[in-house]
Each structure stands twice: as structure tokens, then as C-alpha cells.
Nanobody, 123 residues
Framework: QVQLVESGGGLVQAGGSLRLSCLTS????????TGWFRQAPGKDREFVATISWRDVPYYADSVKGRFTISRDGAKNTVYLQMNSLKPEDTGVYYCAATFSISNYDDLREYNYWGQGTQVTVSS
């Protein structure tokens, strides 16, 4: 099994920045992709960004140019650097991982999920 633990969420003003971390443990020998999803109150969980096992990033259109996903293999940690935050970025951010993927933006492709970390952006 793979365990994921998110951290780094908090309250920030619009235009500010946060960096989220996703620490993975367990089965990490094989290559895997790690993604970030978010869920606002009353809305469906949506794709934010994914970094493939080849360290190729993919982003939702809504965050392109503002968010950066990266991986530190030595620390088994995936980061999501969020800049120029907007109130609509508010939500619970979840880290998820999979060892096989076809549609990188489909949450149903991901096998392992963290508990989430709250991000609140004030206007």
C-alpha cells in the first residue's frame, strides 16, 4: 500500500502564495504518478495538476501559469507551489497517486488518496 500525507494548507490573501507537500510512504519502488485535486464546498472534486513518473507535469487550465507541481524523489515528496492565488482556488486539496494511468485528470484513475489539506484564499 501507499500512504499519502498532505501538508502546507492555510489561509492566504488573494495574490499570495502557498506550497503544499505530499509525503508518500510504502510502495515507492515502482514508478508512479502523483496528482493534486481540490474540492470546494458543494462542488465536485476537480483535477488541479499531476506529475508523471517521468516528472512530466500536467495542469488544469484554471491553474496554468500560476501553479507548479514538482517531485523530490529523495524525500518521496511531491509539491504544489501555488502563486497568484484567487478566492476561487479555495477548497480542500487532496494528493493522490497511481501506478498506472490513462487520463491524468480523471480522479477515478487514482488508487491512493491523502486526507486533504484546507486552502482558503480571502478576497
Amino acid at each position: 500500500q501507499v500512504q499519502l500525507v498532505e501538508s502546507g494548507g492555510g489561509l492566504v490573501q488573494a495574490g499570495g502564495s502557498l506550497r503544499l507537500s505530499c509525503l508518500t510512504s510504502g510502495r515507492t519502488f515502482s514508478g508512479y504518478s502523483t496528482g493534486w485535486f481540490r474540492q470546494a464546498p458543494g462542488k465536485d472534486r476537480e483535477f488541479v495538476a499531476t506529475i508523471s513518473w517521468r516528472d512530466v507535469p500536467y495542469y488544469a487550465d484554471s491553474v496554468k501559469g500560476r501553479f507548479t507541481i514538482s517531485r523530490d524523489g529523495a524525500k518521496n515528496t511531491v509539491y504544489l507551489q501555488m502563486n497568484s492565488l484567487k478566492p476561487e482556488d479555495t477548497g480542500v486539496y487532496y494528493c493522490a497517486a497511481t501506478f498506472s494511468i490513462s487520463n491524468y485528470d480523471d480522479l477515478r484513475e487514482y488508487n491512493y488518496w491523502g486526507q486533504g489539506t484546507q486552502v482558503t484564499v480571502s478576497s
